[in-house]
Protein backbone atom coordinates (compact mmCIF):
# COMPACT_ATOMS: atom_id res chain seq x y z
CA UNK A 1 0.00 0.00 0.00
CA UNK A 2 2.26 2.62 0.78
CA UNK A 3 4.43 1.70 -2.42
CA UNK A 4 1.22 2.61 -4.16
CA UNK A 5 2.12 6.37 -3.27
CA UNK A 6 5.63 6.49 -3.50
CA UNK A 7 5.47 4.67 -7.79
CA UNK A 8 4.84 8.21 -9.04
CA UNK A 9 7.43 9.61 -7.79
CA UNK A 10 10.12 6.69 -8.33
CA UNK A 11 8.98 6.63 -11.83
CA UNK A 12 9.61 10.28 -12.33
CA UNK A 13 12.68 10.07 -10.86
CA UNK A 14 14.13 7.31 -13.33
CA UNK A 15 12.86 9.23 -16.21
CA UNK A 16 14.58 12.42 -15.31
CA UNK A 17 17.43 11.89 -12.48
CA UNK A 18 18.88 15.03 -13.03
CA UNK A 19 15.50 17.36 -13.15
CA UNK A 20 14.21 15.63 -10.70
CA UNK A 21 17.13 16.07 -8.00
CA UNK A 22 17.42 19.50 -8.78
CA UNK A 23 14.07 20.42 -7.81
CA UNK A 24 14.23 18.07 -4.89
CA UNK A 25 17.16 19.67 -3.86
CA UNK A 26 15.89 23.45 -4.50
CA UNK A 27 12.62 22.42 -2.73
CA UNK A 28 14.26 20.77 0.51
CA UNK A 29 16.47 24.17 0.57
CA UNK A 30 13.90 26.19 -0.31
CA UNK A 31 15.19 28.14 -3.32
CA UNK A 32 13.64 30.24 -5.25
CA UNK A 33 14.37 29.85 -9.16
CA UNK A 34 13.82 33.81 -9.64
CA UNK A 35 15.81 34.97 -7.13
CA UNK A 36 19.21 36.33 -7.88
CA UNK A 37 22.08 33.64 -7.03
CA UNK A 38 19.61 30.95 -8.54
CA UNK A 39 18.01 32.70 -11.20
CA UNK A 40 21.50 34.20 -12.87
CA UNK A 41 23.09 30.56 -12.56
CA UNK A 42 19.91 28.84 -14.47
CA UNK A 43 20.46 31.97 -17.11
CA UNK A 44 24.13 31.00 -17.85
CA UNK A 45 23.60 27.45 -18.28
CA UNK A 46 20.41 27.86 -20.05
CA UNK A 47 21.32 30.34 -22.27
CA UNK A 48 18.13 32.50 -21.85
CA UNK A 49 15.60 33.67 -19.23
CA UNK A 50 13.95 31.91 -16.65
CA UNK A 51 11.45 32.50 -14.09
CA UNK A 52 8.80 35.11 -14.49
CA UNK A 53 9.44 38.84 -15.30
CA UNK A 54 8.98 41.55 -12.63
CA UNK A 55 7.51 43.29 -14.74
CA UNK A 56 4.77 41.64 -15.75
CA UNK A 57 5.77 42.26 -19.37
CA UNK A 58 5.13 38.90 -20.94
CA UNK A 59 5.13 38.04 -24.21
CA UNK A 60 3.46 34.98 -24.49
CA UNK A 61 -0.23 36.00 -23.67
CA UNK A 62 -0.45 38.97 -26.62
CA UNK A 63 -0.23 41.81 -23.44
CA UNK A 64 -3.05 41.31 -20.88
CA UNK A 65 -0.69 40.82 -17.86
CA UNK A 66 -3.61 39.15 -15.27
CA UNK A 67 -6.87 41.37 -13.58
CA UNK A 68 -6.90 44.42 -14.81
CA UNK A 69 -8.21 47.87 -13.35
CA UNK A 70 -11.47 49.48 -14.71
CA UNK A 71 -13.41 52.36 -13.53
CA UNK A 72 -17.03 52.92 -13.42
CA UNK A 73 -19.02 56.18 -13.79
Given at each position: MFF??????VAELARHPV???GGFV???FRLN???DPVKSWL???SGHAVGSNADGDSHSNN???GPQ???IE
Open positions: DELSPVAFMSGLLSDERQGSSTIS
